[in-house]
Nanobody, 122 residues
Framework: QVQLVESGGGLVQTGGSLTLSCAGS????????IGWFRQAPGKEREGVSC????????VYADSVKGRFTISRGNAKNTVYLQMNSLNPEDTAVYYC???????????????WGKGTQVTVSS
């Protein structure tokens, strides 16, 4: 059974850091482009970052460039999102998603996790 599970969310003060994890089971994440998305209350879901093995690319939304870093865990079937210099606008439920790396980060994602809450207090 294909499954993605996010973890690492929590409550942090402005300026703080968190690292989110996206663990895959039932399939190997190395063959998939993995994206991180977020949805704040009353707002549409937005793409935060994506990593692709096929072309080695890592892409970031303008709002998180220079603060967030996406990476793959070595031999752990996990993708991480390191988030630094957090601010209240980063408060949202964060989701990871996967799509075959044949299609890459610009494609519609097929598999989704259930999300992890990140709350940044001012």
């Amino acid at each position: 059974q294909v499954q993605l599970v996010e973890s690492g969310g929590g409550l942090v003060q402005t300026g703080g850091s968190l690292t989110l994890s996206c663990a895959g089971s039932g399939f190997t994440l190395d063959y998939y482009a993995i994206g991180w998305f977020r949805q704040a209350p009353g707002k549409e879901r937005e793409g935060v970052s994506c990593i692709s093995t096929s072309d080695g690319s890592r892409v970031y939304a303008d709002s998180v460039k220079g603060r967030f870093t996406i990476s793959r865990g070595n031999a752990k079937n996990t993708v991480y999102l390191q988030m630094n210099s957090l601010n209240p606008e980063d408060t949202a439920v964060y989701y990871c998603a996967a799509v075959s790396d044949i299609y890459g980060c610009g494609s519609r994602f097929d598999y989704w996790g259930k999300g992890t809450q990140v709350t940044v207090s001012s």
